[in-house]
C-alpha cells in the first residue's frame, strides 16, 4: 500500500551541468517516523531535502507524498514544511503571530488561527507563551517555536536542514532528546537533514548515511554502528581505529590481515564482503572494544605505550603508540578505576575479538568526519 508511507524518492536524480549532486536515491519513509540523512558537506544531502521541499526539480525520478506524486507542484502546495538553521522567526511579531502568519496567508478565519495557534503551543511545551516576543526566548524555545509555525499547517511531513547547528553545545545535547521526545508526542514524520552523527543516532528511527551522492546504508542507528557496509560506513558512523592491508588468508569466518604498518590481525569475514587473497583493504576497530590488560579475547594481540591519557568522565581514552609499527590507535578507557592509575609514557597490553573487526575492500573515498 503506497499510503502507508509518507514520503518516497523513486530513482532521483540532481544534475548541475556536468555534476551529478543527487544519483538515483531511492527511498521509502513510513508514516509517523524520524528519518535523518547523515553525511559530510557537500555530499548532496541538502540538495535533496530542497528537492522534497519543492526549492528544486529533479532532473529525473519521482517524489511522492502520501502516495502521490508532487512534481511541478510548487513548495507552497506541498503538504511539507521546513524548518531552516537560523529559523527566521519575525522579530516584530510575537510568538503568537509567528505561528498564525502561515494560516493567516492561507485565508483562516481568525477564531480558527487563535485555536489552532493555542492547540499547537500547547504540543511543543509552550502553552502560555503567545503574547511573549521573540527576544524574550531562549534558544531552545525559538526553536520549538519556529517547529510550531510549520505544525499548525498540519503537514504530512517536516523537514528539518540542520537546526540545531546555531545552537551551544549544551543546549544542542538537550534538543535532541527534546526533538525526539516532541516527535515522538507529535506523530508527524520529521526528514532531517545533518552532518553530526551524534544528532542522527540519538534522535533517529532509521538513517541514511550519504556519501557523494548515494546512500552508502540505510538502517536503525544500531545497525549503522555494529554492522556498516561499507568502509565509508565504518569510518564516518561513530569513532574507529583504522588500518590498511592486505588479506592473506582465513577460513569461512575469519579473515588474516596483513597490515600495510607491519603484523597481523583477524577479521570478522562478511557474508556479504567477497575479499580474495591479495586484497588491499581497510580495517577497522572501535576503540570500545579493545580490552587493557588482558581483560577480553585474544583473536588480536599487541601492545603499545600511551601518549595522552584523555579524561572525559565515562567518555575517557587512551592515545596509544603500537611499540613494533608505531600505529596510532585510541582506547577507550573504563570507569571502572581499574586504570585510574594509567598515565602517559605506560606500556600496556591490548586485546579484541575477531568479531569486533570489520574489514572492507579498500576505497580511496576515505572516511573523514
Known amino acids: 500500500m503506497a499510503d502507508q508511507f509518507d514520503l518516497e524518492c523513486r530513482n ?8 551529478t549532486a543527487v544519483d538515483d536515491i531511492s527511498l521509502a519513509i513510513p508514516k509517523g517516523s524520524f528519518f535523518s540523512i547523515l553525511g559530510p558537506s557537500g555530499c548532496g544531502k541538502t540538495t535533496l531535502l530542497r528537492m522534497l ?36 522567526l519575525f522579530p516584530m511579531m510575537n510568538v503568537a503571530e509567528n505561528v498564525a502568519y502561515g494560516l493567516k496567508r492561507r485565508g483562516v478565519n481568525k477564531a480558527t488561527i487563535a485555536q489552532k495557534v493555542n492547540e499547537t503551543l500547547a504540543r511543543v511545551g509552550l502553552p502560555d507563551s503567545g503574547p511573549k516576543q521573540i527576544s524574550q526566548l531562549s534558544g531552545g524555545q525559538k526553536q520549538r517555536i519556529a517547529i510550531a509555525r510549520c505544525l499548525v499547517l498540519d503537514p504530512a511531513v517536516l523537514l528539518l536542514d540542520e537546526p540545531l547547528g546555531a545552537l551551544d553545545l549544551k543546549l544542542r545535547e538537550h534538543m535532541k532528546v527534546e526533538l525526539k521526545q516532541l516527535q515522538h508526542e507529535i506523530g508527524t514524520t520529521f526528514v532531517y537533514i545533518t552532518h ?31 554492522n556498516p557496509q561499507t568502509a565509508f560506513v565504518a569510518g564516518f558512523v561513530g569513532e574507529s581505529n583504522r588500518w590498511h592491508g592486505v588479506v592473506g588468508g582465513g577460513n569461512e569466518h575469519q579473515v588474516e ?15 556479504n564482503a567477497a575479499l580474495k587473497d591479495g586484497q588491499a583493504v581497510d580495517v577497522f576497530v572501535r576503540p570500545e572494544a579493545i580490552a587493557i590488560d588482558g581483560e577480553g579475547a585474544v583473536d588480536n594481540t599487541l601492545s603499545a605505550k600511551v601518549e595522552n591519557v584523555l579524561f572525559n568522565g565515562a567518555a575517557s581514552s587512551l592515545q596509544v603508540r603500537e611499540t613494533t609499527t ?17 598515565k602517559a609514557g605506560d606500556n600496556i597490553n591490548l ?19
Request: hydrophobic share 45%; proline share 5%; glycine share 8%.
Open 12 to 19: 532521483v536524480v540532481k544534475k548541475f551541468d556536468d555534476f
Open 53 to 88: 521541499a519543492g526549492f528544486q526539480a529533479p532532473t529525473s525520478g519521482d517524489i511522492l507524498i502520501k502516495g502521490a506524486s508532487v512534481l511541478g507542484v510548487p513548495p507552497n502546495r506541498r503538504p511539507v514544511n521546513m524548518v531552516f538553521q537560523h529559523l527566521a
Open 196 to 226: 553530526d552523527q551524534s544528532e542522527a543516532l540519538v534522535m533517529s528511527d532509521q538513517v541514511a548515511v550519504m556519501n557523494a551522492g548515494r546512500f552508502e546504508q540505510v538502517g536503525a542507528p544500531q545497525d549503522l554502528y555494529y
Open 257 to 271: 590481515i596483513n597490515l600495510a604498518a607491519g603484523g597481523k590481525v583477524v577479521a570478522k569475514r562478511d557474508a
Open 326 to 342: 608505531g600505529h596510532e590507535m585510541t582506547v577507550a578507557l573504563p570507569q571502572t578505576g581499574a586504570f585510574a592509575s594509567v
Open 351 to 369: 586485546s579484541w575479538s575477531f568479531e569486533q573487526t570489520r574489514c572492507f575492500a579498500a576505497s580511496d573515498s576515505g572516511a573523514t568526519a
